[in-house]
């Protein structure tokens, strides 16, 4: 077994507030916490702790080009007809060779976000 387990990820964006309206008003994210000394806000996406988190770099020589994060979702295709119309695709849902189902979309910072939701049987704890 494997001793290492995710726990957090930072993405940088150019607009914190932006950033705050698509992933808690279009994915449905939490904000945990704040910080506001380096514009930086923390997204509960799961009841084991795991968090996305958000920092503001408004400079954009400063900031990484993107990041590709995938989530585990449950119930894809209903959250893909509740956010199909509000994100930028770049793949709608569809079964991948590894027994999952999928969606990649981006966020407004050209963040890439993979939506899989797991094979049945899966243990995603």
Request: net charge negative.
């Amino acid at each position: 077994m494997n001793a290492y387990k995710l726990c957090f990820v930072t993405l940088s964006v150019s607009d914190l507030r932006a950033a705050e309206q698509f992933y808690v008003n279009i994915l449905g994210f939490k904000v945990s916490r704040r910080y506001a000394p380096t514009n930086w806000i923390s997204l509960d996406i799961d009841e084991s702790g795991g968090g996305l988190g958000l920092v503001e770099i408004s400079n954009d020589e400063d900031r990484p080009s993107s990041a590709r994060v995938d989530i585990f979702v449950r119930g894809l295709d209903q959250l893909w007809t509740t956010i199909e119309s509000k994100v930028t695709i770049v793949s709608p849902p569809c079964h991948t060779p590894w027994g999952s189902y999928k969606a990649v979309i981006q966020d407004p910072f050209a963040n890439t976000l993979g939506l899989v939701e797991a094979p049945q049987g899966a243990n995603l704890s």
